[in-house]
């Protein structure tokens, strides 16, 4: 059985997805084929590197890339957040760019990834608390995993905004 991907509605591109990281090992080719066929064209990582030697996860960009989908890494410790605005606000903007449709792991495809989709949001317009609860309705979840994380988005939107 296929991972779910969570396809977060918004105006315009990117197309933008939260999910929970794929399995690994046997399962690895067929998780990525299926996020293939089901129209992702960049995959974002936020494990680190720990984790994705703990999960089994050292194929996953080879896999995607041999599938002919972008792998993007961009890691923040589990239940955190980035340390550093300037480099968030540019991978943001980053995934904000993209004409295709990006989707989002971190572990369980809730804390983390919900705050970098949230990101991307404000980046693209919405306010913090619109682009979460757009998340929530979606991935059918409370989001992010931690009060830090909320706050974080938005600090990183009145930064922006100012």
């Known amino acids: 059985m296929a991972s779910d991907i969570y396809w ?4 315009g591109a990117p197309r933008l997805a939260i999910m929970a990281r794929p399995r690994a090992g046997d399962w690895l080719e067929d998780e990525v084929s299926h996020w293939r066929d089901e129209g992702v064209s960049v995959v974002v990582s936020l494990l ?14 080879a896999a995607c890339e041999n ?3 972008r792998f ?3 890691p923040i410790p589990d239940r955190g957040a980035p340390t550093d605005f300037d480099v968030a606000r540019k991978f ?6 993209h004409n ?6 971190c572990r369980a495809g809730i804390g983390r990834s919900s705050l970098i989709a949230a990101l991307v949001l404000v980046v693209l317009g919405l306010h913090a ?7 929530a309705e979606t991935r059918r979840l409370a989001v992010p995993d931690t009060d830090d994380q909320r706050r974080w988005v938005e600090a990183f939107e009145a930064r922006l905004r100012a």
Not at 8 to 11: L, P, Q
Not at 129 to 135: E, P, S, V
């Open 92 to 97: 943001a903007e980053a995934i904000a760019q």
């Open 100 to 105: 295709g449709a990006v989707a989002i792991h």
């Open 72 to 74: 993007w890494t961009f």
């Open 129 to 135: 608390t619109d682009a979460f609860t757009r998340i």
């Open 67 to 69: 599938l002919g989908l």
């Open 48 to 61: 680190e590197l720990h984790e994705t030697n703990e999960l089994g996860l050292e194929a996953e960009q």
């Open 8 to 11: 977060i509605a918004h105006d």
